[in-house]
């Protein structure tokens, strides 16, 4: 648990001063939620970078490959910052602190209670579904409710498909 008067000093720099910073907030706790988070900011930055490398193929290789580099750099050293700033740092450390008063269930529990999910979502899909066609029933038979025809039903398929390629070709260019 942080101290206030740790937790203080830090948020009477500014928000650069935290960025500028090199100093590891509280180096021993919550080390591995730390580097985990980290590591799964970093993924997303990765895959964004290569998605940017990607897109620039037109460019020059030095903005191509040098643009997706800066940013992966300069994410990871915010990423890093940030797993040291202290309100962020002291939430992953209670988090790690918390997870491990969890009591686990067993493996056996564990697919015992997936069956049970399994079996309740299927159980509720097939009770909605007879729902369903007992009000389709209902509603058709004094006409409030109009079925297509085949043959219309796929005409309306074949528009809506022409539709969607339209509006994805105005998108992709």
Same mark, same amino acid.
């Given at each position: 648990?942080?101290?206030? *008067?740790? *937790? +203080? ?8 001063? #935290? &960025? ?6 509280? $180096? ?19 895959? +964004?970078? @290569?998605?940017?490398?990607?897109? &620039?193929?037109? #460019? ?5 490959? +040098? ?21 962020? *740092?002291?939430? &992953? ?6 997870? $491990? ?7 056996? @529990?564990?697919? $015992? ?19 369903? &066609?007992?009000?389709? +029933?209902?509603? $058709? ?11 219309? *039903?796929?005409? #309306? ?11 994805? @070709?105005?998108?992709?260019?």
């Amino acid at each position: 648990m942080a101290t206030k *008067a740790a *937790a +203080g000093a830090w948020r009477k720099g500014s928000l650069l001063e #935290a &960025l500028l910073s090199v100093e590891i907030y509280k $180096r021993t706790q919550g080390l591995t939620i730390r580097v985990l988070t980290f590591l799964g900011i970093m993924i997303f930055v990765v895959w +964004g970078a @290569q998605e940017l490398y990607a897109r &620039l193929i037109t #460019a020059p290789y030095a903005v191509r490959v +040098g643009v997706p580099m800066a940013l992966v750099v300069a994410s990871g050293w915010i990423a890093f910052r940030l797993v040291n700033y202290p309100p962020f *740092a002291d939430f &992953l450390i209670d988090t790690e602190w918390e997870m $491990r008063k969890v009591t686990w269930p067993t493996w056996s @529990q564990l697919k $015992r209670a997936t069956a049970v999910v399994i079996t309740v979502t299927l159980l509720m899909a097939g009770f909605l579904y007879l729902v369903d &066609l007992v009000w389709m +029933g209902i509603l $058709r038979l004094i006409g409030v409710l109009w079925v297509p025809t085949p043959e219309e *039903a796929e005409q #309306a398929a074949v528009r809506l498909l022409d539709w969607l390629y339209s509006v994805a @070709q105005l998108w992709l260019g």
